[in-house]
C-alpha cells in the first residue's frame, strides 16, 4: 500500500507514531487484508461486524493497546452496547481466506483476547498527525 494510500481507509498514529489502517466496510477490510505482511500485527472485535485493523510494522505492547481502543471505537457491538469490548489481537501470517468465506471475513488461527474498557473507548482521541 503506497504511503497515501492508507487515507482512503480508517486511520491513525498511535502515540508512538506507528501508522494502523482500519477497514470501513466488508471490501475496505479485504484490502486493509490484502497488504498485511506476515510479522505484522492485525486486531479485530470477537463479535462480527468491525474493521480488521493493521499495525504496520513491529507493534509494541502500548501500540496494540491503542489499537485495540480504535477497533472497539468503530465495531457494532460497540454502536449496538455501549460496554467493554473483546478484541482479537494476531500476526498477519494467522490470517486465511477460504472459498466459500463472504466479502470481508477471514479465518484467524492464533489469537491472543483484550478487553477494551468502556471508558477507554469514550476517551480514545485519534492521531492524524506523524511524530
Same mark, same amino acid.
Given at each position: ?39 505484522e500485527t492485525v ?17 509494541? /505492547? +502500548?501500540?496494540?493497546?491503542?489499537? @485495540?481502543? $480504535? ?10 452496547? %455501549? #460496554? *467493554? ?11 486465511? /481466506? +477460504?472459498?466459500?468465506?463472504?466479502? @470481508?471475513? $477471514? ?10 474498557? %468502556? #471508558? *477507554? ?11
Open positions: 500500500m503506497e504511503n497515501t494510500d492508507y487515507k482512503k481507509h480508517r486511520w491513525f498514529f498511535t502515540s508512538s507514531g506507528k501508522l494502523v489502517i482500519g477497514g470501513k466496510n466488508a471490501e475496505d477490510n479485504e484490502k486493509v487484508i490484502s497488504q498485511v505482511k506476515d510479522s486486531l479485530h472485535t470477537k463479535a462480527a461486524g468491525s474493521p480488521f485493523v493493521n499495525i504496520k510494522g513491529k507493534a509494541e /505492547k +502500548k501500540d496494540i493497546k491503542e489499537t @485495540g481502543i $480504535f477497533c472497539a471505537k468503530y465495531s457494532r457491538d460497540w454502536k449496538t452496547n %455501549k #460496554k *467493554d469490548v473483546e478484541v482479537h489481537v494476531f500476526k498477519g501470517k494467522d490470517i486465511f /481466506k +477460504k472459498k466459500d468465506m463472504k466479502l @470481508g471475513t $477471514f479465518g484467524v488461527r492464533k489469537i491472543k483476547k483484550m478487553i477494551v474498557k %468502556k #471508558k *477507554d473507548i469514550e476517551n480514545f482521541q485519534e492521531r492524524k498527525e506523524e511524530r
